[in-house]
T-cell receptor, first 110, second 114 residues
Framework: SQQGEEDPQALSIQEGENATMNCSYK?????LQWYRQNSGRGLVHLIL?????REKHSGRLRVTLDTSKKSSSLLITASRAADTASYFC??????????FGKGTRLSVIA | DAGITQSPRHKVTETGTPVTLRCHQT?????MYWYRQDPGHGLRLIHY???????DKGEVSDGYSVSRSKTEDFLLTLESATSSQTSVYFC?????????????FGSGTRLTVV
């Protein structure tokens, strides 16, 4: 069963706006990762945040992690049409493969 | 993606026939994974491998088998295809068991069972 659950399921914004996606999970984790999937393609690793980290940045991406609430958020600033994709969180809970959520579909309208 | 290829990219097969999907990597990574992606379910793990001849089951392994006879190749076999196995199948590789590593995914195989 899914460990991470993304919210919202779908998000539509105008180019230049910020996009925020959330991920909630159920059990303790070692790290949490975010991936992007363009239509018809494989997933691409975006960023990893460890359980002892609270915030991490990579370019226009900002990820936060709140282990007390078992939740993470992905913020994409100044969104572009090219950011249109599905975004997945994935949790690492130890010596087992990543468990992925169902994803958030982001549409950025030019 | 560079370093990992899946074949075939598309396949249509009939119910009851065996089907084998291939994942090939050139990264010499120890870990390889097969996931399936379905609308409303996200990605679900079928099987994974942590070394040559070392494999384990995932969440949705029924009806599937795998083999890894060499580091580069991880084969997924549908023993007798059913319509419920119509899906997009993704292979992924990792240099380490998750910790501080991300996965690299292949481009997927779209399988239709008619």
């Amino acid at each position: 069963s899914q460990q991470g659950e993304e919210d919202p399921q779908a998000l539509s914004i105008q180019e230049g706006e910020n996009a925020t996606m959330n991920c909630s999970y159920k059990t303790s984790i070692n790290n949490l990762q975010w991936y992007r999937q363009n239509s018809g393609r494989g997933l691409v690793h975006l960023i990893l945040i460890r359980s002892n980290e609270r915030e991490k940045h990579s370019g226009r991406l900002r990820v936060t992690l709140d282990t007390s609430k078992k939740s993470s958020s992905l913020l994409i600033t100044a969104s572009r049409a090219a950011d249109t994709a599905s975004y997945f969180c994935a949790t690492d809970s130890g010596n087992t493969p990543l468990v992925f959520g169902k994803g958030t579909r982001l549409s950025v309208i030019a | 993606d560079a370093g990992i290829t899946q074949s075939p990219r598309h396949k249509v097969t009939e119910t009851g026939t065996p089907v084998t999907l291939r994942c090939h990597q050139t990264e010499n990574h120890r870990y390889m994974y097969w996931y399936r992606q379905d609308p409303g379910h996200g990605l679900r793990l079928i099987h994974y491998s942590y070394g040559v001849k070392d494999t384990d089951k995932g969440e949705v392994s029924d009806g599937y088998s795998v083999s890894r006879s060499k580091t580069e190749d991880f084969l997924l076999t549908l023993e007798s295809a059913t319509s419920s196995q119509t899906s997009v199948y993704f292979c992924a590789i990792s240099g380490g068991q998750n910790h501080n590593y991300g996965y690299t995914f292949g481009s997927g195989t779209r399988l239709t069972v008619v």
